[in-house]
């Protein structure tokens, strides 16, 4: 098909852009619509880069051979008269949806509209290019879909039913279309202006409730059901508060054309409207009553509701001290179940009077049962599959009741026989009972101690339960004293009849406060069991003793103030404390290095300690030669010496004592009260002796594989000269076996100064040596060099001075700066082996090789020539033949 010629003349300038590989597409197969519904076509372009709004034409035939102008998106004139005015009306209008597609709308389809439609696209193009056009068949049938309701009340006046009630709703929907059509159904309710799916019944024959109703779906509570042919009922087990409300049902009907489904119309009916009443429910109990002690307690429960169907009430009593509670507590007497199962204890029995009464009865009562009864009563209803669900509840007024007897009279005081001055002392109370009557063998006393901190005013106190006794005089702990009366800490006691004791062992800053007892008469009742009857509190007394900080003083000082290397240095501590019992003391010397020492700067160290049994112990003291030259002793209970003898140069730094004082506790245990720290008192040599320096030297820095080294150490002195028999030197060679000094060094060899060398392991095969030269030389040789000894190497030097008194004097330790060795390798030794080896198998490989090849030659070449002879004699044969 071509394209269409242009109409306008402003369309033929746009011919040239809508003649491109366009497509024409509308509905596949044909559209099935019902007399009085709304037909929509739609119809777009694809492949379309034409300008921004495509123009469609719209025509339609009845039989199929002509086609009638049916409307236009470009031309006005373009329908012809017979739609013009239904154009007019709005019955047929047509809506753009996009640049390349529009919809062709027909409100109120009449059976005269039945036919063929065509959508076009007008082009002026010269030659086609795509399809321009495409048909879609429409079917139109009589209205044959019928829906009416079928509920048992009239349409709008629905049922009124009570809560958990089942109810039904019932529609009719038949249809008599010629074609073969399916028809789907759904539930609806109105909550306020929109509605809700409640469960809808598919084209396809598949069942799907709404969003809010799939749980009650699936347990059964909500159902649809066909009834006949043409009935369609909504079944609903047991009725919520929102169940309320109207409820329509909505019916389409379905078409399948070419694997495709349509719905060709659908319309709803109001089936009813359904109200759900709140279950009426009063539960009342009798006014309040007064029964002496030991009687029985008998109380009604009255039910009034106006549930008619088969509803089960459960009840249950419960008790409270206070009346004005809604909710009474956690203390149930009784319960009868929905069942009619009765839960409760042997003293308390529940029983069903009537049909609507209930009655409680508590044996042999006691002042415990004074207080307020309710009476609580659920009706349930029976639902879908054996469920059952609570419809309405009701709580009862208090009654009160009030049990009467004679109490017995006493008063109790407390007193405190050991009252605590120190932490870790004796605390003891006693409780006493007096104006007892001892003419009543019937009641018994028991004691419970309380605990309540000391706070101010303004502030809450609660107060803590240490320990109750119960009838049979059972002792309990409280949270507070359970594990302390675990570690017999904690003692409670009966001393007398009338006589109750606590005892703290060892009290502490915890158990400062108020403590008060309270004496508890118990009453033995008929079945000879115990009931508490009457509880009488003490006056409390505090517990308090002056809460001063520890205070501890320690004082250093040094006897001889001026003293030489080698002399003895002794420091004295004094201790003075306050506020601590019975104190015991342990003390610690501390040494700190001051800051000019660089081997270890402002470190303290912890040289001999003395613990509170004066069992004394080395700490960190570890110098092998002076293992006795320390001594700390105790003087006096508060007074302690130390001593440190033969004192060297390295021994300078501060000095402290670091007191700590003890508190016995119980037993052999002791307690820390407070630590202290002394002054400190320093250890300063002046003296103007010599300077050392330490230096490397290597007259071969750079050697070849194999090869010696030799690395000399030597110590220059600066200052007073000195005999070289007064001098001697400990002396280690490192390495650090890189290009920097980015890697720990590896000790080599060390030599003391009492000449003993000491080799440290190493992991390749090249030998060290060290030995002294001379006084102030040491030389190291490394012995067969090997790629892994190069690297830098350095000594360091510890020098010792002997002091006039004779004794050896420590130095500080110096290091000498690093000198860098190269190891190469000898290329001549090292390929001279490999040549000779390689010449060798050369020579060999070259004379195996003219062997084989001469065997070869010598048997492969006269087995040919043999061969050769033959055939010749062969020819010569024949050709004299």
């Known amino acids: 098909m071509g394209c269409l010629a242009p109409k306008p003349l402003l369309l033929a300038l746009l011919s040239l852009a809508l003649c491109q590989g366009r497509v024409v597409r509308v509905p596949a197969g044909s559209l099935v619509r019902v007399v009085g519904t709304e037909l929509v076509i739609p119809c777009n372009v694809s492949d379309y880069d034409g300008p921004s709004e495509q123009n469609f034409d719209w025509s339609f035939s009845a039989s199929g051979s002509s086609y009638v102008e049916l409307a ?66 429409v079917k139109v049938l009589s209205d044959a879909l019928h829906v009416a309701a079928s509920s048992p009340s009239s349409p709008g006046q629905g049922p009124s039913l009570h809560l958990g009630e089942p109810f039904e709703l019932r529609c009719t929907a038949t249809t008599a279309s010629p074609l073969h059509t399916h028809l789907a159904l759904l539930w609806e309710l109105r909550h306020g202006p929109t509605w809700q799916s409640v469960l809808g019944l598919t084209h396809e024959g598949r069942l799907r409730p709404g969003p809010s109703y799939e749980q009650r779906y699936h347990g059964g509570d909500v159902r649809l059901d066909t009834v006949g042919s043409d009935g369609f009922r909504l079944s609903v087990s047991r009725a919520l508060a929102t169940d309320q409300g109207t409820y329509r ?42 029964v002496a002690e030991g009687k029985e307690l008998d109380l009604t429960c009255n039910i009034t509701t106006d549930r008619a169907d088969d509803v089960r009430p459960e009840v249950t009593w419960y008790f409270s001290r206070t009346p004005g509670s809604t909710v009474p507590g956690p203390h149930v007497l009784a319960r009868l179940d929905r069942d009619s199962l009765v839960h409760g204890s042997p003293h308390v029995a529940l029983s069903h009077v009537d049909a609507r009464s209930y009655r409680l009865l508590v044996r042999d009562v006691s002042k415990e049962n004074s207080g307020y009864y309710f009476c609580h009563v659920a009706l349930w209803a029976p639902g879908h599959n054996r469920s059952w669900h609570k419809v309405a509840e009701a709580m009862s007024s208090p009654a009160g009741v009030d049990v009467t007897w004679l109490e017995p009279d006493y008063q109790v005081y407390l007193n405190a026989s050991k009252v605590p001055e120190f932490s870790d002392d004796l605390t003891e109370l006693q409780c006493r009972v007096v104006d007892m009557k001892s003419a009543e063998p019937s009641v018994r006393v028991t004691v419970s101690w309380y605990y309540r901190m000391n706070r101010r005013s303004d502030d809450v106190v609660t107060s803590e339960l240490l320990a109750v006794m119960d009838g049979d005089w059972t002792l309990r702990y409280g949270d507070r004293s359970k594990q302390r009366a675990q570690d017999g800490d904690f003692i409670f006691s009966k001393e007398r009849s009338d006589t109750f004791s606590f005892r703290i062992q060892r009290t502490t800053e915890e158990d400062r406060g108020s403590y008060y007892c309270a004496v508890s008469a118990w009453t033995r009742r008929r079945n000879d069991s115990w009931v508490k009857s009457k509880d009488v509190f003490s006056k409390p007394v505090h517990i308090f003793w002056a809460s001063e900080d520890s205070v501890l ?51 303290t160290k912890y040289i001999i300690s003395l613990d509170q049994d004066s069992v004394v112990k080395l700490e960190n003291w570890t110098d092998a030669s002076r293992v006795d030259g320390v001594v700390l002793e105790k003087v006096q209970e508060d007074e302690f010496r130390y001593r440190m003898y033969q004192t060297q140069v390295s021994d300078a730094g501060l000095y402290r004592c670091v007191v700590t004082a003890w508190s016995p506790v119980r037993g052999s245990l002791w307690r820390e009260a407070a630590t202290s720290l002394s002054n400190p008192i320093e250890i300063d040599f002046q003296t103007s002796g010599p300077v050392f320096n330490a230096s490397v030297y290597s007259d071969t820095p750079s ?40 890697k720990a060094p590896i000790l080599l060899s060390s030599l003391d100064r009492k000449g003993i060398v000491s080799m440290a392991r190493r992991d390749w095969k090249s030998d060290l040596s060290l030995e002294r030269v001379s006084v102030l030389e040491f030389l190291l040789r490394v012995h067969g060099a090997e790629d892994q000894d190069f690297g830098n190497y350095y000594c360091s030097v510890t020098p010792w001075v002997r002091s006039p008194t004779g004794s050896w004097q420590r130095e500080a330790e110096i290091y000498s700066k690093p000198v860098f060795l190269t190891v190469k390798m000898d290329v001549l030794n090292a390929f001279k082996y490999p040549l000779l080896i390689g010449v060798g198998l050369s020579t060999v490989v070259g004379l195996l090789s003219c062997l084989i090849g001469y065997c070869s030659s010598h048997w492969c070449c006269k087995k040919e020539v043999q061969e050769t002879r033959r055939e010749r004699r062969r020819l010569m044969s024949m050709e004299m033949d």
């Open 72 to 137: 236009s998106t470009w031309e006005v004139g373009f329908p012809a008269q017979l739609y013009r005015e239904r154009l007019q009306r709005g019955e047929i209008l047509l809506r753009r949806t996009a640049n390349d597609a529009v919809e062709l709308h027909i409100k109120n389809v009449q059976a005269s509209d039945q036919g063929q439609y065509k959508c076009s696209t007008p082009s002026t193009d010269a030659t086609v290019q795509g399809n321009y056009e495409d048909t879609v068949q």
């Open 249 to 290: 049902c909505v019916v389409s009907e379905w078409i399948e054309e070419q694997g495709n489904w349509q719905e060709i119309q659908e319309k709803a009916v109001d089936v009813a409207t359904v109200l759900i009443q709140p279950t009426v429910l009063r539960v009342v109990v009798g006014r309040n009553v007064s």
């Open 553 to 603: 003083v320690v004082k250093a000082r040094q006897p001889k103030p001026f003293f030489a290397a080698g002399n003895t240095f002794e420091m004295t501590c004094k201790v003075s404390s306050k506020n601590i019992k019975s104190p015991r003391y342990s003390v610690l010397i501390t040494a700190e290095k001051p800051v000019g020492d660089l081997s270890s700067p402002n470190e």
């Open 703 to 742: 050697v070849t594989r194999g090869d010696l080294i030799k690395l000399f150490c030597i110590v220059t002195v600066e200052g007073a000269a000195l005999d070289p028999d007064d001098m001697a030197f400990d002396v280690s060679w490192f390495a650090v076996h890189s290009f920097g000094l980015d």
